[in-house]
């Protein structure tokens, strides 16, 4: 148990629907990053969260993507307008070394 | 992006054979971590380096951080099945400001005959 927990851990959609993720870290951890896994590749940073401030967002996290984290806890990241190519595991760490389980994303 | 060059890509061997495995950077990094990872589940952290040369173990797992900051190796000792999974290395480099974002090996996915 990692204590970093995801919901849904499964999300089926179909293509041009808005899906919503969310991530409850460990509560006293003020770090919080996001990344995105494909098959066969390692995970791929996203964007990063101190405390509520968002401070970095990689060039991958195109503008139908939203991450929020409005108290400094638990963060949730949005896809508009889903397209097939978001299909990917989403998956939330904190103080970057402990990851969740991660929300499987299947846009058919 | 920057990713970290993993070897072997995959391994079969028996049960009871050591395993090695290693990542290499064309960058210095000050932080190499090493994860275990299950079929749809997240990464789950195994050993943690913060210092070149330093060498840690973690039951029947042992990682080092290399000298030159450029690479790592994990070892795992005397294998069981449940040993099953793909293996990442990721690792920091050192930048400005507070974000300590990974880079990611491809990982090593490593198979246990009974």
């Known amino acids: 148990d990692t204590g970093v927990s995801q919901d849904p851990r499964h999300k089926i959609t179909k293509r041009g629907q808005n899906v919503t993720f969310r991530c409850d870290p460990i509560s006293e951890h003020n770090r919080l990053y996001w990344y995105r896994q494909t098959l066969g590749q390692g995970p791929e940073f996203l964007t990063y969260f101190q405390n509520e401030a968002q401070l970095e967002k990689s060039r991958l996290l195109s503008d139908r993507f939203s991450a929020e984290r409005p108290k400094g806890s638990f963060s949730t990241l949005e896809i508009q307008r889903t397209e097939q190519g978001d299909s990917a595991m989403y998956l939330c760490?904190?103080?970057?070394?402990?990851f969740g389980q991660g929300t499987r994303l299947t846009v058919v | 992006g920057q990713q970290l060059n993993q070897s072997p890509q995959s391994m079969f061997i028996q049960e009871g054979e050591d395993v090695s495995m290693n990542c290499t950077s064309s960058?210095?990094?000050?932080?190499w971590l090493w994860y275990k990872q299950d079929p749809g589940e997240g990464p789950v952290l195994l050993i943690a380096?913060?210092?070149a040369g330093e060498l840690t173990s973690n039951g029947r797992l042992t990682a080092q951080f290399g000298i030159t900051r450029k690479d790592s190796f994990l070892n795992i000792s005397a294998s069981i099945p449940s040993d099953v999974g793909i293996y990442f290395c990721a690792g920091q480099s050192p930048r400005p400001g507070n974000n300590r974002k990974l880079i990611w090996g491809l990982g090593t996915s490593l198979a246990v005959n009974p």
């Open positions: 760490a904190d103080e970057e070394a402990f």
């Open positions: 960058s210095i990094f000050n932080t």
């Open positions: 380096l913060y210092k």
